[in-house]
Structures are given as structure tokens and as C-alpha cells.
């Protein structure tokens, strides 16, 4: 789950894959301003199937914060392939 995420935030923010690790926020990934936050929302419902409310996305503050709240909802860390999303992330 842990690696799908970081492939995520790191295809998303352009940001080598190696620079992130659980603590990645908004503070310390660059482009992971409020309209990036909305971005990698949209990117992280794709790639797991899921949606998120309101109260859940303002949660998703940091990587281990995003594997926290994808394992508490028992997201199937196995669903994505770990290949590229067939649709380009928003940007």
C-alpha cells in the first residue's frame, strides 16, 4: 500500500521517488499546494476505487496519513497493478 501511494504522490508532483517517505506533506513536496492537495485526491480515488468525503480529505495531509486512512476503509492494496493510471493524472 505504502509503495502505491509514494508512486502516486511521486507521478502526481514529479518528485523522485526516492525524496518521499511517510512523513512527505505538503511542506516538504513541492506542488502539494491546496489545488496539487484536490489533484492528488482525485489520483488516489482512481488508482484505489474509492472516494473520500469531505472530513477525509482535509485528513490527507501526509503519506502515512493517506496508507492510514486507505487501510482503516480496508482498500485492497493489491486492486492497482502499480502501473501508470490509464488516464493522465489531472493536472
Do not use: C, Q, Y
Request: no cysteine; hydrophobic share 45%.
Amino acid at each position: 500500500m505504502t509503495d502505491r501511494v509514494l508512486s502516486t504522490v511521486a507521478e502526481l508532483f514529479s518528485a523522485d521517488p526516492a525524496s518521499l517517505d511517510l512523513e512527505s506533506s505538503p511542506m516538504t513536496v513541492p506542488g502539494w499546494d491546496s489545488a496539487g492537495h484536490l489533484r492528488l485526491v482525485l489520483a488516489l480515488e482512481e488508482r484505489f476505487s474509492v472516494v473520500f468525503d469531505d472530513d477525509e480529505i482535509v485528513e490527507l495531509v501526509s503519506v502515512s496519513n493517506i496508507v492510514e486512512l486507505l487501510e482503516k476503509r480496508n482498500v485492497d492494496s493489491n486492486l492497482d497493478s502499480g502501473e501508470p493510471m490509464d488516464a493522465p493524472i489531472p493536472v
